[in-house]
C-alpha cells in the first residue's frame, strides 16, 4: 500500500517539516493559472498590465519573503514597535522645543501624510496585481506598514498642535504649491498611474522608496535629534524598521526576477533608467526644506 502523504502535494519537494510560512503563503491564488471563474471587469485590465507585462515569472511562489511574514508573525512583531511608539510619544515634552524648529518641521512633517497614503495606494495596487500569493501578502503587509506611518505622522502632527495650533494647518497648500514639493509631487501622481505590474514594481522598490525613505526617515529623525526632538527621532527610528524590510523583500524579489530572463533584467534596466533620475530630482529638491533647518 502507498503511504500516506505527509504534507501538502505542493510542498513535498522541499525535503523538511513545512513552516507556518511555508504552509500559509504557498499557492494561494488560483487564478493566474486557471484563470478566472467569472466574466469579471477586471479581465482586461489584468490581461493588459499583469499578463502582457514585459516582467514575467513561470514561477511567482519563488520569491520568499526574507522575514517569512506571516499574520500572526506580524501583529507581534508591530505590536511590540506600536508599543514602544506610544511610550515615546507619551513621554515628549514638547514645550521645550525651539520656535524656529518647529517652523521648518511646519513645513515638512504634516505635508508627509500625503504622498506616504500614496506609497500606501501603490503598495496596495501591487498587491492587487500580484501573479503570486507570496508577493501578494508582502505587499498587503507593506501597505498596513504605510498606513501605520500616516497615522503616526498625523498623531505626531496633532501633538504638536498642542504647542502650536499653526503647525500643520498649510500642509495642503505646501504639497499643492511650495517648490521644493512639486518634484516629488509629480513623481507620486506618476507613479500613481503607473498601471503594468512590473513598471509599478521597479518605479517604487528601486527609484523611488528607497531614495524617499532615506530622507524622510534616516535624515529626518538625525535633523530632529539635532534640534533636541527626540520624539520624532525615535519615532522616524521604529517607522525606519518597517522601511528596512521592504527594502529587503523589494530587493529579493527583484533580484529573483532579474535572474530568471534576460528580457525581465532588460525591462529592470529600462525602467530604471526611466525612474531613477525622476526620483533623484525629486528627493534633491525636497532636501532644500532642510537646509532652512536650525
Request: charged share 25%; glycine share 6%.
Amino acid at each position: 500500500m502507498k503511504p500516506a502523504p505527509r504534507t501538502y502535494w505542493h510542498l513535498a519537494q522541499l525535503g523538511r517539516r513545512p513552516n507556518d510560512y511555508d504552509v500559509g503563503s504557498s499557492r494561494l491564488l488560483f487564478y493566474p493559472e486557471r484563470g478566472l471563474s467569472t466574466g469579471a471587469a477586471i479581465r482586461p485590465w489584468l490581461r493588459r498590465y499583469q499578463i502582457e507585462s514585459p516582467l514575467q515569472c513561470r514561477d511567482w511562489d519563488a520569491f520568499r519573503d526574507p522575514r517569512e511574514t506571516t499574520y500572526a508573525s506580524y501583529a507581534q512583531l508591530q505590536r511590540t514597535q506600536e508599543a514602544f511608539v506610544d511610550g515615546v510619544l507619551d513621554a515628549a515634552d514638547d514645550r521645550r522645543l525651539d520656535p524656529a524648529w518647529l517652523a521648518r518641521l511646519g513645513s515638512i512633517l504634516p505635508v508627509l501624510r500625503f504622498p506616504c497614503h500614496a506609497l500606501q495606494m501603490v503598495a496596495s495596487y501591487l498587491g492587487t496585481l500580484a501573479p503570486g500569493g507570496r508577493v501578494a501578502i508582502a505587499c498587503a503587509f507593506h501597505a498596513a506598514d504605510e498606513l501605520r506611518r500616516v497615522q503616526r505622522l498625523a498623531y505626531r502632527m496633532r501633538q504638536l498642535q498642542h504647542v502650536d495650533a499653526s503647525f500643520g494647518v498649510a500642509a495642503r497648500d505646501h504639497w499643492e504649491t511650495a517648490p521644493a514639493w512639486q518634484p516629488l509631487r509629480e513623481l507620486i501622481e506618476r507613479l500613481l498611474v503607473a498601471y503594468d505590474l512590473g513598471e509599478a514594481l521597479i518605479a517604487l522598490h528601486v527609484a523611488v522608496l528607497p531614495r524617499f525613505d532615506e530622507l524622510f526617515v534616516v535624515e529626518l529623525a538625525a535633523l530632529a535629534r539635532r534640534n533636541g526632538d527626540d520624539a520624532l527621532a525615535n519615532l522616524l527610528h521604529s517607522l525606519g524598521e518597517d522601511c528596512r524590510w521592504h527594502r529587503a523583500y523589494g530587493g529579493a524579489l527583484v533580484e529573483l526576477l532579474a535572474n530568471k530572463r534576460p528580457e525581465n533584467a532588460a525591462a529592470i534596466a529600462a525602467w530604471q533608467g526611466r525612474w531613477e533620475p525622476l526620483a533623484a530630482r525629486a528627493v534633491a529638491a525636497a532636501a532644500a526644506l532642510f537646509e532652512a533647518a536650525p
